[in-house]
T-cell receptor, first 112, second 115 residues
Framework: DAKTTQPNSMESNEEEPVHLPCNHS???????IHWYRQLPSQGPEYVIH???SNVNNRMASLAIAEDRKSSTLILHRATLRDAAVYYC?????????????FGQGTRLTINP | EAQVTQNPRYLITVTGKKLTVTCSQN?????MSWYRQDPGLGLRQIYY???????DKGDVPEGYKVSRKEKRNFPLILESPSPNQTSLYFC??????????????FGPGTRLTVL
């Protein structure tokens, strides 16, 4: 199974950009990269996903390395509400099945 | 309101007493999945289903059963619960597109304690 590696924790300041890295060196050509976050006492929440090209949405941007062995989730202007555990996930497409493999997650702390 | 619901939200039971945690979604999603979350281990997938009557194992299926008789429901069954199944459980659902699995919507979680 393809796995992801993320830093255990990161810290940033409010209103500054945050770059959350994820390594997935064993990713296969059909694996999508998904990001979710989990706020305290809540279920995970979808953030963004992509395959090869960089992706943007209202919450964040996803920058994917050219060799696809790593990616970075970018929060352009962090707020206190962005404090959460961020999970980088590979969505494996093995024989048509859709299996998700979660990383350990990065606990993001935002300082006021 | 589009949502994934789980019941019960909290459950304390004893070893060996069969239990079912229900999951229901009102978004007509094809894909549904169960996860467990344990301290230091993050989220691990137990089972998933790509459509009615189609289920498959995730990373930690031992001790669990699922069924998908209707599109909206995906119950998680513990035939003989054991203390190592004490955990926080999440159900999730999603559309399946030509590009595969889309955004997953998660339920609020079920905290299970097996004594």
């Amino acid at each position: 199974d393809a796995k992801t590696t993320q830093p255990n924790s990161m810290e940033s300041n409010e209103e500054e950009p945050v770059h959350l890295p994820c390594n997935h060196s064993t990713i296969s050509g059909t694996d999508y990269i998904h990001w979710y976050r989990q706020l305290p006492s809540q279920g995970p929440e979808y953030v963004i996903h992509g395959l090869t090209s960089n992706v943007n949405n209202r919450m964040a941007s996803l920058a994917i390395a050219e060799d696809r062995k790593s990616s970075t989730l970018i929060l352009h202007r962090a707020t206190l509400r962005d404090a959460a555990v961020y999970y980088c996930i590979l969505r494996e497409n093995v024989q048509g099945a859709q299996k998700l493999v979660f990383g350990q997650g990065t606990r993001l702390t935002i300082n006021p | 309101e589009a949502q994934v619901t789980q019941n019960p939200r909290y459950l304390i039971t004893v070893t060996g007493k069969k239990l079912t945690v229900t999951c229901s979604q009102n978004m007509n999603h094809e894909y549904m999945s169960w996860y467990r979350q344990d301290p230091g281990l993050g989220l691990r997938q137990i089972y998933y289903s790509m459509n009615v009557e189609v289920t498959d194992k995730g990373d930690v299926p031992e001790g669990y059963k699922v069924s998908r008789k209707e599109k909206r429901n995906f119950p998680l069954i513990l035939e003989s619960p054991s203390p190592n199944q004490t955990s926080l459980y999440f159900c999730a659902s999603s559309f399946l597109t030509s590009g595969g699995l889309n955004e997953q919507f998660f339920g609020p979680g079920t905290r299970l304690t097996v004594l």
